[in-house]
């Protein structure tokens, strides 16, 4: 599970659209699913308000051919999110301060939709793109770092899946905390022969391609009049119920 996690976060393939148009869609539907936190809008709203990033983020997912990848990774978070249920549930029982359960659940749909976002990224995004993307808005070296952070991820995760996997099969699930101590002296070296490498040999550039055609504008200046139309029409239903 933890690998199908690693390959939600891997580049699949060229769209052929620009570099600011993966990079803008995603983040555009990130800032449209934070703004809801601050609008306290009711639950059949909510559902309204969301309902265009889940569409746009479907297709996203679609035109990059990595929906099965996605939904992969997903599981991993589902867990986190049925444990955080399951809890209030049993803490509403025993008659304990609980979050309202319907808005617990949408809050936990929120956070599904916020993953897919974030994957949809690195899945329509080459690392190179990541690290162009990052300098340009002023970071700089640190940009540099944060791609290069980002590259391995997906890396230790598949490390961290085998380990895992290998101490289960020798000592079985009772046993999994053994591999936690190879877990972490792994990622103390591999980070250690990472910045080595860096410091020693450099980071190569890239040629990257940011024109803007004609469809990119379309889709960008399309999606974001969208999400602004919805987010009007969600606090006028919100306003009448």
Request: proline share 3%.
């Amino acid at each position: 599970m933890l690998k199908n996690l690693a390959y939600a976060f891997i580049y699949t393939s060229s769209t052929g659209l620009s570099v600011i148009t993966r990079i803008a869609i995603p983040t555009i539907l990130l800032l449209y699913l934070l703004i809801s936190s601050f609008l306290k809008l009711k639950p059949l709203s909510n559902l309204f308000y969301m309902l265009p990033a889940l569409v746009a983020i479907l297709i996203i997912l679609h035109t990059s051919g990595s929906f099965r990848k996605i939904l992969g990774g997903l599981q991993f978070v589902v867990i986190f999110i049925a444990i955080g249920l399951a809890i209030n549930l049993l803490a509403k029982f025993f008659n304990f301060w609980v979050v309202d359960i319907t808005s617990a659940t949408i809050a936990s749909l929120k956070g599904a939709l916020m993953f897919m976002t974030i994957a949809s990224i690195f899945q329509w995004t080459r690392i190179e793109e990541i690290r162009w993307f990052l300098e340009k808005i002023g970071l700089g070296e640190l940009g540099t770092s944060i791609a290069i952070a980002f590259s391995q991820i997906p890396y230790i995760m598949i490390v961290y899946s085998e380990a895992l996997s290998t101490v289960k099969l020798k000592y079985g699930s009772r046993y999994l905390y053994k591999a936690l101590l190879p877990m972490i002296l792994h990622s103390v070296n591999y980070a250690k022969e990472i910045t080595e490498a860096t410091y020693i040999y450099g980071i190569p550039k890239y040629p990257i391609d940011a024109s803007i055609k004609i469809v990119d504008a379309i889709i960008v200046v399309a999606s974001s009049m969208m999400l602004l139309l919805c987010l009007y029409l969600s606090i006028t239903i919100n306003a009448f119920l």
